[in-house]
């Protein structure tokens, strides 16, 4: 096949060039009210990879950024955690045959670490995406939590824009007795 990004013949969908290079992470963090939100891309920089979602295309994009991203990290992070980590998605629902989430927390197991898979599921599928910070504001995602109490968990999304969705996926956590570490998306729009 060829890689998406230079079109060289390549085995997977980004060549190693491309992966090494262009795709090299290059960790930022926000603070959302108290929430720390670390990110390893700027929107802009994959912005074409990210538009994939919900297309066939997206399902091979998604797993192949987070086995660059996710899986180093959260393998760097159990190394010095004494204490076992939850990874909580914000909402998998499934659309276009697969959930882009769930691709990214499905390569974050590792020993010590449990991925809950559909724990939080967005009540409201209103799409956010070019829409103004009021209009977010104004249609909530109303998530449910359906995981194990008394745990910590690492939130992951795959962009954080405003940080309204990761703030309300917090809310819902806490009240649910689950302590929320940090947050982790592939890309942020700022
Ligand atoms: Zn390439």
Known sequence: MRCLSCHKLSFSIFCKRCKNELLKPSISKRNIDGLGVYSFYKYYNIEDFLLTKHTPLGFRVYGELSKITFKPFIREFIKNSNIPIYIVGVDESVKSGYSHVALLTHQMRYKGVKVLHNSLIAQ?????????????????????????????????????????????????LNISGVNTLFALTLATLV
């Open 124 to 172: 409201n599928r209103v799409n956010y995406s070019g829409k103004s910070l009021e209009f977010r504001l104004e249609n909530p995602r109303e998530f449910i939590y359906k995981g194990r109490e008394d745990i910590n968990i690492i939130l992951v999304d795959d962009i954080i824009t405003t940080g309204i969705t990761l703030k309300e996926a917090k809310r819902v």
